[in-house]
């Protein structure tokens, strides 16, 4: 490519995406493509981000992939680095890989605390911190996908919702600073969406049971949003610089419920925590929740999940199982 004919000669702006295989990242980065980025997109898996490039290509946008692990400390310079040499430019980071272990605590093990924060702390923390003098030039914008989980506990989402408020506290903090440099931190806020990824969640414990309480709170419409909407929502506040955006009614009133009466809420979680299955005291590493199919009647009250699971490549870039190293789908063998 001539230099006259790169995207910072054309002024075409640039936006790395993490996270951008599947669900809510890969329609981050659509919503940026239609908007009129060129796209550096992150996943675990290099294969995985196949289907997404090319959805996103097809769109226009010029598109990079690498495949590397946000929790590993040399990810970062790899991916800025990348954006440098590639594009010669970069006006937004949307810091968004994540992972999710759904079950009780005391099926839970240390290791699965350590992977959450190096993904979805770390994950955020060390791109940030990589990227903010190329992000500087150009008055770049950062979004940090946070979580619902980060503002008040959940239960069954220990790991997850520690990572989580340790992001969202982050994410505030470097927005404060950050601005002396031109870089814009918006903190995303979602609740429960419909992006089929519950079916890429981790699942300990009574394993069918815990995906299925999981799987019908991501599916139920009064409960959840759209992603689609969700994802033009975060773009468009990331753009315009807002410090917070909070997604779903639901999640706005128990943010705000617990900022004022956490004892409150506090008491009526730990009465919906006695709700859900027990622990097994097995202490396994946490699969897969396709791993543990569904009931029929309750694959038919979760077709919003499914249908979505479909669309937005959660097939197609599943996570890996801890117990045989490969993904069902990678090796042919029918998903459920």
Same mark, same amino acid.
């Given at each position: ?37 060129? =796209?550096? =997109? ?223 809420? =506090? ?70």
């Amino acid at each position: 490519m001539a230099p006259s004919d790169t995207p910072a000669a054309r002024g075409r702006p640039v936006a790395l995406v993490t996270g951008a295989s599947r669900g809510l990242g890969y329609l981050i980065a659509r919503e940026l493509a239609d908007r009129g980025h060129d =796209l550096l =997109l992150c996943a675990r898996d290099e294969e995985g981000l196949r289907p997404a490039r090319d959805d996103l290509e097809a769109r226009g946008a010029r598109v990079v992939t690498v495949g590397t692990d946000v929790g590993k400390p040399e990810a970062a310079h790899e991916l800025v680095a990348t954006a440098e040499r590639e594009f010669g430019r970069l006006d937004v980071l949307v810091a968004n890989a994540g992972i999710i272990q759904v079950g009780p605590q005391a099926d839970l093990r240390a290791e699965d605390y350590v992977q959450a924060m190096d993904v979805m702390f770390w994950g955020l923390v060390r791109p940030a911190l990589e990227a903010l003098p190329l992000l500087a030039r150009t008055g770049g914008r950062i979004l940090a996908v946070t979580s619902i989980g980060g503002k008040l506990p959940a239960p069954h989402l220990l790991p997850y919702g520690a990572a989580k408020h340790a992001a969202v506290g982050f994410a505030e903090g470097l927005r404060l600073e950050a601005g002396r440099q031109g870089v814009s931190v918006t903190v995303g806020v979602p609740g429960l969406m419909r992006t089929g990824s519950s079916r890429n969640a981790l699942v300990t414990g009574k394993a069918q049971a815990e995906r299925s309480w999981f799987t019908v709170g991501a599916s139920l419409p009064l409960v959840s949003t759209d992603a689609e909407r969700a994802a033009r929502r975060l773009v468009r506040a990331t753009l315009r610089g807002t410090p917070e955006i909070i997604l779903t009614p639901l999640a706005h009133i128990g943010s705000r419920v617990h900022a004022l009466a956490p004892s409150t809420t =506090l008491r009526l979680l730990t009465a919906v925590e006695r709700l859900l299955p027990g622990p097994t005291g097995d202490g396994g590493a946490p699969r897969p929740a396709y791993t543990a199919p569904l009931p029929g009647w309750l694959r038919r009250l979760t077709g919003l999940d499914k249908a979505a699971a479909k669309r937005w490549h959660e097939h197609t870039d599943p996570a890996p199982d801890p117990g045989i190293g490969v993904a069902p789908e990678r090796t042919g063998t029918p998903g459920r």
